[in-house]
Structures are given as structure tokens and as C-alpha cells.
Nanobody, 125 residues
Framework: QVQLVESGGGLVQAGGSLRLSCAAS????????MGWFRQAPGKEREFVAS????????AYAGSVKGRFSISRDNTKNTVYLQMNSLKPEDTAVYYC??????????????????WGQGTQVTVSS
């Protein structure tokens, strides 16, 4: 079993930045790929970014590429999402997720085995 706890969400003006963190516990952190997803009201949960278990492989949704950056620190059991140049359309609940056993970054919801509770990000115009 893996427990994931997100933090760092909040309210920010358009053009601003936030850094989300996700602390993991329960299994060896370096044995799973990690991802960030988001869900806006009335919409499906969508992929944002992911990172392989060694940190050398990343993937991004087209809508965030160049603005967001995912990283991980396996010594701290934590994955991060640095979000820059935020836009109102980035407003959503952001979830981190763990894909147990995956070496590389994976991008679909069904690949992931464990999910956090989510953190709200609101970008005002």
C-alpha cells in the first residue's frame, strides 16, 4: 500500500507560479513512476506530467509543456510539480499518483495504482 499526500496548492494570479509537492510513504519510492493529473469541475481527470522511477524520463501534456516541470527526490520520497506562467484554465484539483513497478513515465489514468486526495489550484485572471 502507498499513501500519497499533496501540498502546495492555493490561489494565484495569472502569470504566477506555484510548486506542488507529493509525499509518499508505504513502499519503496524508487520502485514506481509518479504522475500528476488534474480535474476541473465537470471535466474528466486529465494527465499533466509524469516521471520515471529514476527521474531520467519525463512526459508532459501539450497544454503545460514549457510551463510546468516535474521532478522527484528519491531520498525524500517526494515528487514535485513546478508550475510557472499559470493561466486561468489551469484551475483544477491536482492529484499525484503512483504507478507501481513502472520504469518509465506513464500517462494514462488507468496505469496508476495509488492516488492522493488532491490539492486545489485556482488561477485568477
Amino acid at each position: 500500500q502507498v499513501q500519497l499526500v499533496e501540498s502546495g496548492g492555493g490561489l494565484v494570479q495569472a502569470g504566477g507560479s506555484l510548486r506542488l509537492s507529493c509525499a509518499a510513504s508505504g513502499r519503496t519510492f524508487s520502485t514506481y513512476a509518479m504522475g500528476w493529473f488534474r480535474q476541473a469541475p465537470g471535466k474528466e481527470r486529465e494527465f499533466v506530467a509524469s516521471i520515471g522511477r529514476n527521474g531520467g524520463n519525463t512526459a508532459y501534456a501539450g497544454s503545460v509543456k514549457g510551463r510546468f516541470s516535474i521532478s522527484r527526490d528519491n531520498t525524500k520520497n517526494t515528487v514535485y510539480l513546478q508550475m510557472n506562467s499559470l493561466k486561468p484554465e489551469d484551475t483544477a484539483v491536482y492529484y499525484c499518483a503512483a504507478d507501481f513497478g513502472a520504469l518509465l513515465a506513464t500517462i494514462t489514468v488507468r496505469d496508476y495504482d495509488y492516488w492522493g486526495q488532491g490539492t486545489q489550484v485556482t488561477v485568477s485572471s
